[in-house]
């Protein structure tokens, strides 16, 4: 492989490895919004 073809293609790994952490972190921030919509629900409810 050519050293550009190098570069790119740790360009692109680095980007996925950057995807996978965003769709982590938005899995996470779904769940905490969840959990937050859940306890207003128990509020309300009373």
Partial sequence: M????LKV???LL????A???L???TENL???AD???ENCNEILSC
Avoid at 2 to 5: A, T
């Fill in 23 to 25: 769709k982590l972190e």
């Fill in 35 to 37: 959990a937050v919509i």
């Fill in 30 to 32: 779904l769940n905490e």
């Fill in 19 to 21: 995807i996978v952490d």
């Fill in 9 to 11: 293609t740790e360009e």
């Fill in 14 to 17: 680095q980007n996925i490895d």
């Fill in 2 to 5: 050519e050293n550009n073809e």
